[in-house]
T-cell receptor
Framework: AQKVTQAQTEISVVEKEDVTLDCVYETRDTTYYLFWYKQPPSGELVFLIRRNSFDEQNEISGRYSWNFQKSTSSFNFTITASQVVDSAVYFCALDTGGYQKVTFGTGTKLQVIP | EPEVTQTPSHQVTQMGQEVILRCVPISNHLYFYWYRQILGQKVEFLVSFYNNEISEKSEIFDDQFSVERPDGSNFTLKIRSTKLEDSAMYFC???????????FGQGTRLTVV
């Protein structure tokens, strides 16, 4: 069975601080994909990144970076120099492909205070 | 990148009424899904659909729910007699199968009053 754990329920940071959102996953599959989605107050799921299980290279996209470590089954997400517009709920998700359903974590609510 | 499209973006309905939520999956995808997110909670799997039949459903997906692929392009979720607790964001997703990943639509916010 698949499981995604986001232990941080809510995080508050002051604008311009860096913040890391944690994600730990469990799966027995050797091929899988990990995602991060942003959900602003309007409710839609905004796709941020997907990584496959064979690619452990860290990725940076502007102020966003992701640290994928298979050894610890973690896929953490860091926002550098946070901005008020980053305030949202962030979901980590696991997709083992094929017809399997996607498993979401419980989300981390990030509040960036001006 | 191709998109999964959902309509409407927001629907308000009276308790007891039937609603149909519509989704247009990505055209060459074979697997279709509905997920639900009650406000402030996690995104939960409802049902998966393949080859014109349900392949898996959760305990949430009871007799008041049904899914259909009426015309080869749309994928619908029908809630027969809505209850207040059906108020949620409903997300449609599709996947090509194999090693392919699921793509999510932007969601339909259903409000039952």
């Amino acid at each position: 069975a698949q499981k995604v754990t986001q232990a941080q329920t809510e995080i508050s940071v002051v604008e311009k601080e860096d913040v890391t959102l944690d994600c730990v996953y469990e799966t027995r599959d050797t091929t899988y994909y990990l995602f991060w989605y942003k959900q602003p107050p309007s409710g839609e799921l905004v796709f941020l990144i997907r990584r496959n299980s064979f690619d452990e290279q860290n990725e940076i996209s502007g102020r966003y970076s992701w640290n994928f470590q298979k050894s610890t089954s973690s896929f953490n997400f860091t926002i550098t120099a946070s901005q008020v517009v980053d305030s949202a709920v962030y979901f980590c998700a696991l997709d083992t492909g094929g017809y399997q359903k996607v498993t979401f974590g419980t989300g981390t609510k990030l509040q960036v205070i001006p | 990148e191709p998109e999964v499209t959902q309509t409407p973006s927001h629907q308000v309905t009276q308790m007891g009424q039937e609603v149909i939520l519509r989704c247009v999956p990505i055209s060459n995808h074979l697997y279709f899904y509905w997920y639900r997110q009650i406000l402030g909670q996690k995104v939960e799997f409802l049902v998966s659909f393949y080859n014109n039949e349900i392949s898996e459903k959760s305990e949430i997906f009871d007799d008041q729910f049904s899914v259909e692929r009426p015309d080869g392009s749309n994928f619908t979720l029908k809630i027969r007699s809505t209850k207040l607790e059906d108020s949620a964001m409903y997300f449609c997703a599709s996947s090509p199968g194999g090693d392919g990943i699921a793509f999510f639509g932007q969601g339909t916010r259903l409000t039952v009053v």
